[in-house]
């Protein structure tokens, strides 16, 4: 059974950085893809970042490109979220997912309906 755990969200200031973690388990890290979402109030949930973790290739939302990375340390089946110059729309919670890359190349546009493992998430609050 696949198992996420996040931490690190919090308040931060516009224009600050913080560091999400997302710690993996019961799973092989070579077969699939960590995604990272966020869910504002009242807003569907979103597709902030991916990541292969075979290949290492990436994505990321327009609307965090230049600001966010993320990243893999496979010694410690753990994917960051580097957020930097945060603003007031990135106020959510943050969660992340995995899915099998097999399935990933057959289910059509990335979105969060593709991913069947889920964390609990990690509110992250951007102060004005």
């Known amino acids: 059974e696949v198992q996420l755990v996040e931490s690190g969200g919090g308040l931060v200031q516009t224009g600050g950085s913080l560091r999400l973690s997302c710690a993996a388990s019961?799973?092989?890290?070579?077969?699939?893809?960590i995604g990272w979402f966020r869910q504002a109030p009242g807003k569907e949930r979103e597709v902030v970042s991916c990541?292969?973790?075979?290949?290492?290739?990436?994505y990321y939302a327009d609307s965090v490109k230049g600001r966010f990375t993320i990243s893999r340390d496979n010694a410690k089946n753990t994917v960051y979220l580097q957020m930097n110059s945060v603003k007031p729309d990135d106020t959510a919670v943050y969660y992340c997912a995995a899915e099998t890359i097999g399935t990933m190349k057959v289910a059509g546009p990335l979105r969060p309906e593709v991913f069947r493992s889920w964390g609990q998430g990690t509110q992250v609050t951007v102060s004005a």
């Open positions: 990541i292969n973790l075979t290949d290492g290739n990436t």
């Open positions: 019961g799973f092989t890290p070579d077969d699939y893809v």
